[in-house]
């Protein structure tokens, strides 16, 4: 373990760096988020509040900031980027209200809050996450890029996020293979963490060498999210994961630790990462992606 | 009654029309939607199945007929309509599957056929939804009309299909008033039938005059349609309409004929029509769409 760890003083540091970025970054974003969203009072009134319930029921804000990071990564500048940030902030709301329902995951608990058909009921948990789904191109249509619109669309189709929960389903309590994983990874995690970085990148009018660059370093990125997201319901704290730990061992579900154990799942997360950074290479503007991409890979840690 | 039936001369013409256009359009509109839906042996295979399951389990087409028709009515010609108007049929199948739902209104069967949970199970249909729900923007946007973009998400969200869905259910077994059954019934049907109207106006580069007509016609037709939908769940058939009919009555759901009678509902949705035909006026370029509107209303004789 100790080929792959950071040195106490550069944890430390990017560490730091990364939790003043999220930190600040992650305000602006619930402020762009509340205005956003129609107010809970407003009719459809319950339906409003289950929106607003799931959206700032916690949560780091990693996608938006991704794509506001990538953005000014970019040459972007301004507050253009915030509207479609958000959206992706939908969408990955509306994807955990769906995951969670009895039918699916079968979640009491996110973020250590009751999940939002616990709180709402399931008719109006289905439909809270079908409005944001749908507020969602709304926002990525008022930020005027086509492009994004159909890049977003794509990456949480079938061949991405919603392909990636059904390659989750089907894998539960089945046999596993390298590439069922990843694959799944991919899709269920990845694909909208690279949406994300690509969104900014095409609204900051990022050129072919840009784009590219941030599509690797979502892809490896991502993975890396979702193998420590697996590590994480294994070693870590109950309280302080906001569920229940070792749900997905229960559930038979294919996670790289169940596949390749713990040690092997860090290395390959800490290899991910390295490419990740690789990808966008070593600069001052790559600095705050690259500090995010560590600090992904410090809470396996 | 006789006040308001066509005469029989007249209805048989304009049916014959009606039915002429349905069946030529819908046709077209078929090829493309097995085109565009990915093939259902590609995976993941049981996604792709249980999309295709539902959007090819019967349905007129309504909604991208009334597009095509509308684009052409707008000046557009060519196939560039296709795939945007196969998106709304996407929307349309979506928020049926997920409407179906146990939670939600649980029917196990839809136009004779068992409902997509009932086949696929409630974790999988949710799922197909939701992917359907992507893939129309990701037409959409290959459509390539930002606009477009903007007003069918809109249309579909807390302020127009979702929030109707939630209206809906919220006034189960509540006393009704004039004012909710009209903001129900717009929501839930209007929206996006003026959404699918609009898509083809906007597309063919209409004027504000026109896009306003089309709009006018597609509020009160849509109004017009959920009343006779309601109006045939107490008349109809059941054989004819695929599933039991008096559903909405033993639900206590807020109808037309629930809180009007049949026969003033009837009157209601005649002048619903008169004044969607009023909207686009007389002329030859209007024809498809007056036949489609009369087609509509004959539907509650």
């Not at 969602?136 to 061949?159: R, S, Y």
């Not at 840009?210 to 890396?224: D, H, R």
């Not at 229960?250 to 950074?277: M, Q, V």
């Amino acid at each position: 373990m100790v080929l792959y760890i950071l040195s106490p003083l550069t944890e430390g540091a990017v560490l730091e760096s990364a939790k003043k970025i999220l930190e600040r970054e992650g305000k602006i974003v619930n402020e762009w988020l509340d205005k956003l969203l129609p107010g809970e009072n407003e009719p459809p009134a319950n339906l409003h509040k289950a929106m607003r319930y799931s959206v700032f029921a916690g949560g780091k804000r990693l996608r938006p900031i991704l794509a506001v990071l990538s953005f000014r990564y970019c040459g972007g500048s301004g507050d253009t980027i915030y509207p479609p940030a958000c959206a992706l902030e939908f969408i990955h709301t509306y994807s955990l209200i769906h995951d969670d329902l009895p039918s699916m995951d079968n979640d009491d608990l996110r973020r250590g809050l009751p999940t939002n058909h616990i709180v709402f009921g399931e008719a109006m948990a289905i439909l809270a996450g079908d409005a944001l789904h749908a507020a969602a191109f709304e926002l990525l249509a008022i930020g005027g890029d086509i492009a994004v619109v159909a890049d977003v669309a794509k990456a949480i189709g079938t061949k991405g996020l919603v392909g990636g929960q059904v390659f989750d389903m089907e894998a539960e309590g089945n046999p596993q293979s390298a590439e069922i994983l990843e694959k799944i990874h991919l899709g269920k995690t990845a694909a909208l963490l690279t949406a994300s970085l690509r969104t900014g990148a095409i609204i900051a009018g990022a050129d072919t060498r840009k784009l590219e660059a941030v599509s690797i370093f979502g892809q490896k990125m991502g993975l890396a999210f979702q193998i420590i997201d697996d590590i994480l319901d294994i070693t870590a704290d109950e309280k302080a994961l906001g569920k229940p730990i070792g749900s997905d061992r229960e559930r038979g579900k294919a996670t790289y630790p169940a596949f390749y154990g713990i040690e092997k799942s860090r290395e390959i997360a800490t290899d991910l990462i390295d490419e990740a950074k690789a990808a966008i290479g070593e600069s001052e503007r790559t600095e705050s992606l690259r500090s995010i991409a560590d600090f992904i890979l410090e809470r396996a840690f």
